[in-house]
């Protein structure tokens, strides 16, 4: 028999997998799906980019394993410190402030792996990016969820606490432009979180794969903009969001230089590095693509405006974000008898529409769905029109 391990049994089942097979099962019977389930950027990659990246992989010493001192290596952490200073005024040591990562899904992992020993929490906001937790649960740490909720404006106060869990808490995962709930934090509340985790002596891992996915002239802060941030924190930037290089598996971890060691060390018994080629065609990303950027959240706000109008005018009532590509959206009043994966399914079996369940992102996603807009505006609207016909609300 085989059997796998305890800590897998112990991960909640992935419900986006659930979602992905019967998407699938869906397609085989003709439909022709509207996706807008899965995070996964639609548009280009930056041009020279890809043309970097076809450059490079040509050369041979490429094909070589990376190594941290190698010329390309550190081309890349300068590049994204410069990046780093251009966008947030924060200035990063490149051989001690910055490690690059395989995605940054890979790095929030090993963050859990790298700090929780077994008696050690991980204060965990829910819903959350899967990984947050997951992560926790595979490096065999205690997952302490903190419930994120329209109540707490899906920002909590982590002083209500008990003294128990402060304790016992090694890590704490915050995320904004938050993914699912959208909703954004001001340095205000960064810098009560760096108070009061210093205070508590508990590492911060901020997760900011939406900082550039931002409109209405909202700019949304770095974690490390907040006085003392460096002394318990890091941030995870990727360039799967802000250049669609999703695929390419491209991210970054700042911060604190003891933090950024154990985490480099963790993954220095695990991989080895980024593809060379990937390296120069971030460095092109990070250093050239700003009009790619602007082209990208524009076609965003595009499609969000038309689709959170949409979806109002229908019945179906819903506020505009102020950055990230999702709508997090309340299950309809007239369907509130559904849980959240009985009406994804009612979507796809019925409408054609592919959303994620707000289950998948935890327990206290219930009740909710997310879009993400990785459609064009007129499948958009082929989606609305569906969604008109057989959720039948009051407009
Ligand atoms: C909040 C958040 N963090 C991290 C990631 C993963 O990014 P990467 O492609 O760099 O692993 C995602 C992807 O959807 C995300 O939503």
Redesign the pocket.
């Known amino acids: 028999m085989i059997h796998e391990a305890n800590r897998l049994k112990r991960l909640p089942p992935y419900l986006f997998t659930i979602v992905d097979n019967k998407k699938k099962e869906v397609m085989d019977k003709g439909v022709d799906v509207i996706d807008l389930s899965m ?1 996964s950027p639609d548009q280009p990659a930056p041009k020279q980019s890809i043309e970097e990246l076809c450059k490079q992989a040509r050369i041979d010493g490429n094909q070589r394993y990376s190594r941290w001192n190698g010329e390309i290596e550190t081309e890349l952490r300068n590049t994204i410190a410069d990046w780093y200073m251009k966008r947030f005024g924060v200035s990063l040591d490149p051989n001690n402030e910055i490690v690059p990562l395989i ?4 790095g ?1 992992a090993h963050l859990s792996l790298a700090f929780l020993n077994n008696d050690d929490i991980a204060l965990v906001p829910n819903p959350a ?1 899967p ?1 947050h937790f997951n992560g926790v649960i595979m490096a065999g740490g205690i997952l302490y969820n903190i419930p994120l909720t329209p109540e707490n404006n899906y920002m909590p106060k982590f002083d209500r606490l008990s003294a128990e869990v402060i304790k016992m808490a090694k890590l704490l995962f915050i ?1 904004y432009p938050h ?1 699912p709930t959208t909703q954004v934090a001001s340095l205000d509340y960064f810098q009560e979180v760096v108070d009061w985790a210093k205070k508590k002596d508990i590492i911060v891992g901020h ?1 900011c ?2 900082s550039d996915i931002v409109f209405d002239g909202y700019k949304a802060p770095s974690f490390l903009q907040a006085k003392g941030a460096k002394d318990i924190s890091v941030e ?1 930037h ?1 360039i ?2 802000s250049y669609n290089m ?1 695929g390419w ?1 491209l ?1 970054f971890c700042v911060g604190n230089k003891e933090i950024l060691k154990t985490l480099a060390k963790t993954k220095s018994y695990i991989d080895f590095g980024i593809f060379r080629a990937i390296q120069c065609a971030a460095i092109k990303a990070l250093s050239t693509a700003d009009d790619t950027l602007k082209k990208t959240v524009e076609t965003y706000r595009k499609r969000r405006d038309l689709f959170v109008d949409g979806l109002n005018s229908i019945g179906w009532k819903v506020s505009k974000p102020k950055a990230t590509f999702y709508i997090w959206a309340h299950i309809p009043l007239k369907y509130s008898a559904l849980n959240s994966m009985e009406f994804t399914n009612l979507l796809l079996e019925e409408a054609g529409v592919a959303v994620a369940p707000g289950t998948g992102f935890g327990e206290y996603g219930e009740g909710f769905v997310r879009f993400a807009l990785v459609e064009g505006e007129e499948r958009l609207k082929i989606a609305l029109e569906r969604l008109k016909d057989i959720l039948e609300l009051e407009p």
């Open positions: 995070g995605g940054s899904k890979e929030i990016y990984v995320s993914n997760d794969a939406y995870f990727t799967s969001k999703a598996r991210g």
